[in-house]
């Protein structure tokens, strides 16, 4: 009875754990992207307390660093990626990009700092550190509420 009763216990204990289904989002290229053709997609899963973001785009400069983060909604547009919203830099992805110019970006965030979340935006970095350089080259709107 009681090994019973510990199998009936683990399903629901393990469901608290399961991330739910992976949203999925394309890029598009922004004005800042200039002569760049830069297209991609964000995966984003969330659990409970934590989300987590990979970001696959091509089409970039090779050899350079760039960041990513998400961003509030602004009062310049309504469409989320001309808006001029705030960064949540709590959110800040940095990476550089091969020698074909793909970048991979992953990393993980407290659901409560990204809550009000309206984009996802990527932008050419000044440096290592992650310093955006320009508005953005390459973007999506998200809904992570």
Known sequence: MKKLLLAALALPLSACTMLAAPMNYALSKQPAGAALMSSGTV??????????????????????????????????????CDSGGAPIMSSKLVGMTDGMGMLKLSGSVAMSD??????????????ASGTPADAGVSCTPVALK
């Open 114 to 127: 990204v809550m009000n979340a309206t984009y996802f935006n990527i932008h050419t970095a000044a440096d």
């Open 43 to 80: 995966s984003v899963k969330k659990d409970m307390a934590m989300v987590m973001t990979t970001a696959s785009v091509s089409g970039l400069k090779p050899g350079t660093y760039y960041v990513a983060h998400y961003h509030t909604q602004g009062t310049a547009s309504t469409s989320p």
